[in-house]
């Protein structure tokens, strides 16, 4: 899966990586997008059938794996999980 990364978020990136996924900045083309907060979010586009966007503030690699993996996020129904 390639993801699509906001910049200062390079070292989760690294760690997502070496788990596997395809890892570019934010602004190429990609099936899900990590990113903290809203500042400096534009949109970029989707690609069909969307993207999987996934807010990571208090989250650690390991959650966010899972969460692209089983592509499941609902962020509408209470604070991340703080593995």
Do not use: K, N, W
Not at 5 to 17: C, H, I, K, W
Request: charged share 15%.
């Amino acid at each position: 899966m390639t993801v699509a990364y906001q910049s200062g978020l390079e070292t989760m990136a690294a760690e997502l990586r070496a788990m596997g996924f395809d890892m570019v900045p934010m602004g190429e083309a990609a099936e899900a997008c990590i990113f903290r907060g809203t500042g400096g979010l534009t949109a970029q586009g989707a690609a069909p059938g969307g993207v999987l966007m996934v807010e990571v503030s208090g989250r650690t690699a390991a959650s966010v794996a899972h969460i692209l993996q089983s592509r499941l996020y609902s962020p509408l129904f209470g604070p991340p999980s703080l593995e």
